[in-house]
């Protein structure tokens, strides 16, 4: 090390030495993208050709330190078979892993993953009929865990969601129509909420999307009123509920409490282990409003909110809540372009937009349209690490009157400091920077170049100290 960098270093080593015990979550950023799979009627890459996700919502699970998270995707296979498969893959490799059985009119729902692998979804006018499971670790081997019947008489299972202990939650419908948040272990289902022409009958007029988290709780939207009383007038409130039905309130709209500054809430919700809710809302004052917020009942914060300049326009589409308070979520940016983003209150980041350019098997490919249609697709999802998946629609950079189709693709999370791409900074991130120091190369090619501007210099060393003891 030349001595001049020995001294400065020595001069930040005992501060350095001071908080290397404090780790803590700190703030990711977004510019690696690695892609899944991209859609289109012929050639397609690592999927069928002419089967599509246009309209999907996207899964992720949490990788292993220091490697991608396995994906997932509803797709809907047009032509010959006109089936519904999920697709899954790690590493941007994968294949569809499972079929729906029958080949006319049989459906799957959007799935979720944990991270053992295993894959939920509903099937439906399909038999059997119910929640498949997939194990991706197990050669895809596929079953339907959940039955229609069962001690509630429930014939249908919007929303399948799985955690990582393998328990599943689901909207339930009996033959009524009546809907009840039911979860399910090993063979056993508990009854969570249900709504008021449900067997047993609830307070609720309509049970909304709900989220499913580690404790075997569901949160969700509630409107309340006897059966048929679902207008938008009827007060609504956002709840966490327990497999014994009881609950915990979060939030309510100013139907039910006249001094909420909530006029009203989006259909969906992202539930977090430690019970904190993700929800976005659309605002009193000022009128029009919207924001994305995350609360556990007793303190609410502001992700991102309407007025603040940032974000101008916060779409419909359900927000993703991880365990480290980050929030994901559609929303329109200062530019009026539609963007994906991440937040925890403190931070906000726009991980990317439409015109952005990301790179693809085609090599650079803009995020566009050959019209106004929007440029992505379905909600965005956030894993444990911070990563996020989306599903944009990608042009040649100079044509975007040539369609390439639908892509799927992962934004990794990172730290600036963190060389060794271990998820943290440490000792080993600051050797690695010390031992490239004064050293060029192409942006990023170098390890020690953290902040990606060609050389290994004081900005990189000022950063890795600035982060030190942090992790993802």
Known sequence: ??????????????????????????????????????????????????????????????????????????????????????????????????????????????????????????????????????????????????????????????????????????????????????????GAQALHASEAAFFPAGPFSFLFTPSFNGNRQIAGKVRFGAAGQTGETQPDEIRVFNSDGTSTLIARDVDADPASNFKSFDNSVSLTDDGRVAFIATLVSPPGARGVYLSNGAATIPIAVTTGGVVTNVEFFAPSANNRGWVAFRAFDSDNRRAVWAGNGATLRKIVRHLDILPSDLGPARIDQNDNSPSFGGSVRINSRGDVAFLPALTPPSNNQIEWGTWAYIARARLLGDASGDDGVTFADLNIVLGQFGQAGAPGSLAGDVNRDGRVDFSDLNIVLGEFGLSI
């Open 1 to 186: 090390m030349p001595p001049v960098i020995a001294s400065r270093f020595l001069a930040v080593a005992f501060s350095v030495l001071a908080c290397a015990a404090r780790a803590q979550s700190g703030a990711p950023v977004y510019d690696t993208f690695q892609l899944q799979c991209r859609s289109n009627f012929t050639g397609a890459f690592n999927i069928l050709d002419s089967a599509f996700f246009t309209t999907s919502t996207p899964a992720i699970a949490d990788p292993s330190p220091g490697q991608w998270p396995r994906f997932a995707v509803r797709v809907s296979v047009i032509g010959g078979s006109d089936s519904q498969g999920i697709w899954s893959g790690i590493n941007g490799a994968g294949s569809i892993v499972y079929f729906s059985p029958n080949t006319v009119d049989s459906s799957l729902t959007d799935c979720a993953i944990n991270n053992a692998g295993r894959i939920v979804a509903e099937q439906y006018f399909a038999s059997p009929s119910g929640i498949v499971a997939v194990d991706t670790a197990n050669a895809n081997a596929a079953s339907v865990i959940v039955a229609p019947g069962g001690p509630y008489g429930v014939l249908g299972f919007g929303t399948p969601l799985t955690n990582q202990a393998g328990q599943v939650a689901f909207r339930g419908r009996n033959g009524a129509n009546a809907q009840a948040w039911i979860s399910w272990s090993a």
